[in-house]
């Protein structure tokens, strides 16, 4: 594949009116990836024999215009509105020359949308504020990059109404900073893996689709304090309620409890399923202390990392010719777990020279970056298991 991007931004900013900031911008962006003579997407069979030639082109051509405005409504009230208005042109260019051939296949879709956003922040006292947000997200629709003409289904474009209230504040000593939020989306775009043949070449190919509903929910906190000079302590904890509302048509990878074997391409009904990538607690803790040594400055620094299961890249249940037990369980998950990071570093005191050690995964935890499967069974990529070094550097 090949790739060639275009992108340029103007903003004109305003600032001379009293109480009030204005910035209004356009925006605009080409973008064509292609494959290329002389192989495009070749399949082989025995022998190296050419079975198909795919060829395969995707435009983008979009432009943004904006205007975000800034107005204190008074001593401690501060009052933001802005909005975009943003229109893309897809268009799919795809043929295949071989077994299964079929002629040059176009596709053009035009995506549109104005999304508005409006804030207020109150200043309860100097560096301590509560603030309540509306924004509204779009992300364009597109194609798939398909094998076949039957494959393509145009990817709508998707839009997420998202609210949320905070409280920050920030000392001398500590900054604390609190949110909760509320996100709708519709025709969220989701991953999902489906078979491909091209001519009699198939194989596993992502995918993305249109969940029609999702919704998501949660609070974070994170607190930093330096309780005495030279150690610094950070905390920070999150709750996410995030899940699949409407989705009763996905592509999944469940089970035949009659076989014992993975059934791919599966319809199945991911309503009310967690979202990939979406655990339900996280938390982290570090610290670091640094003090005077042998001429210079000795830096100790931990940190732990806890996440709840979740499920990891791929949604899929165990889907309706599983056991009843799991049909509607999520295969593909991540146990819950927590990291544990050290280091210690010495640096001279013309700081251009430093020396560390490092542990990372201290307790050697297995876990997973990606987890799927295919016909021929389950698959995944391990993350990285426990790793300790030693580091030194020079800064000019």
Same mark, same amino acid.
């Given at each position: %594949? *090949?790739?060639?991007?275009?992108?340029?931004?103007?903003?004109?900013?305003?600032?001379?009116?009293? @109480?009030?900031?204005?910035?209004?911008?356009?925006? $605009?962006?080409?973008?064509?990836?292609?494959?290329?003579?002389?192989?495009? @997407?070749?399949?082989?069979?025995?022998?190296?024999?050419?079975?198909?030639?795919?060829?395969?082109?995707?435009?983008?051509?979009?432009?943004?215009? %904006?205007?975000?405005?800034?107005?204190?409504?008074?001593?401690?009230?501060?009052?933001?509105?802005?909005?975009? $208005?943003?229109?893309?042109?897809?268009?799919?260019?795809?043929?295949?020359?071989?077994?299964?051939?079929?002629?040059?296949?176009?596709?053009?879709?035009?995506?549109?949308?104005?999304?508005?956003?409006?804030?207020?922040?109150?200043?309860?006292?100097?560096?301590?504020?509560?603030? *309540?947000?509306?924004?509204?997200?779009?992300?364009?629709?597109?194609?798939?990059?398909?094998?076949?003409?039957?494959?393509?289904?145009? #990817?709508?474009?998707?839009?997420?109404?998202? %609210?949320? #209230?905070?409280?920050?504040?920030?000392?001398?000593?500590?900054?604390?900073?609190?949110?909760?939020?509320?996100?709708?989306d519709r025709n969220l775009h989701v991953s999902i893996l489906v078979p491909v043949c091209i001519g009699t070449a198939c194989g596993v190919q992502s995918r993305v689709a249109n969940a029609p509903k999702a919704r998501? $929910?949660?609070?974070? *906190?994170?607190?930093?304090?330096?309780?005495?000079?030279?150690?610094?302590?950070?905390?920070?904890?999150?709750?996410?309620?995030?899940?699949?509302?409407?989705?009763?048509?996905?592509?999944?990878?469940?089970?035949?409890?009659?076989?014992?074997?993975?059934?791919?391409?599966?319809?199945?009904?991911?309503?009310?399923?967690?979202?990939? @990538?979406?655990?339900?607690?996280?938390?982290?803790?570090?610290?670091?202390?640094?003090?005077?040594?042998?001429?210079?400055?000795?830096?100790?620094?931990?940190?732990?990392?806890?996440?709840?299961?979740?499920? #990891?890249?791929?949604?899929?249940?165990?889907?309706?010719?599983?056991?009843?037990?799991?049909?509607?369980?999520?295969?593909?998950?991540?146990?819950?777990?927590?990291?544990?990071?050290?280091?210690?570093?010495?640096?001279?005191?013309?700081?251009?020279?430093?020396?560390?050690? $490092?542990?990372?995964?201290?307790?050697?935890?297995?876990?997973? #970056?990606? %987890?799927?499967?295919?016909?021929?069974?389950?698959?995944?990529?391990?993350?990285?298991?426990?790793q300790i070094g030693v580091r030194a550097g020079y800064q000019f």
């Open positions: %594949y *090949a790739q060639d991007t275009f992108q340029q931004t103007v903003d004109f900013a305003i600032d001379a009116i009293d @109480r009030f900031d204005l910035v209004v911008g356009a925006s $605009y962006y080409d973008d064509k990836a292609y494959t290329h003579d002389p192989l495009h @997407r070749t399949s082989y069979g025995p022998g190296l024999a050419v079975l198909s030639v795919s060829r395969f082109e995707l435009k983008a051509n979009a432009f943004a215009i %904006y205007a975000d405005a800034t107005y204190q409504l008074g001593d401690r009230l501060t009052l933001g509105l802005g909005g975009r $208005y943003s229109q893309e042109e897809k268009t799919l260019k795809l043929d295949q020359l071989g077994s299964g051939a079929f002629a040059l296949l176009e596709r053009n879709a035009t995506f549109k949308k104005f999304t508005p956003r409006a804030s207020l922040r109150f200043e309860l006292a100097p560096r301590t504020n509560l603030y *309540a947000s509306y924004s509204q997200g779009f992300r364009s629709g597109s194609f798939p990059n398909a094998g076949t003409a039957a494959s393509i289904a145009q #990817i709508e474009p998707e839009v997420v109404d998202a %609210y949320e #209230i905070g409280f920050k504040i920030a000392r001398s000593i500590f900054r604390f900073d609190v949110a909760a939020f509320y996100n709708n998501s $929910y949660g609070v974070d *906190a994170q607190l930093s304090v330096t309780p005495v000079d030279r150690l610094n302590i950070q905390v920070g904890v999150a709750y996410l309620n995030a899940l699949y509302k409407d989705f009763p048509n996905a592509s999944g990878t469940g089970v035949n409890a009659t076989n014992d074997r993975n059934v791919t391409n599966q319809t199945q009904d991911w309503s009310d399923q967690q979202m990939a @990538r979406a655990p339900t607690w996280s938390g982290n803790i570090s610290l670091d202390y640094t003090f005077p040594l042998a001429a210079g400055d000795l830096r100790l620094a931990g940190n732990m990392a806890y996440t709840d299961s979740y499920v #990891i890249n791929n949604a899929s249940i165990y889907g309706p010719l599983a056991p009843a037990g799991l049909a509607r369980q999520q295969r593909f998950r991540q146990k819950a777990h927590a990291l544990v990071n050290l280091q210690a570093t010495w640096t001279d005191s013309s700081e251009h020279y430093s020396l560390g050690v $490092y542990a990372t995964n201290l307790t050697d935890v297995q876990t997973r #970056i990606t %987890y799927s499967a295919g016909a021929n069974g389950d698959y995944g990529t391990p993350g990285t298991p426990r």
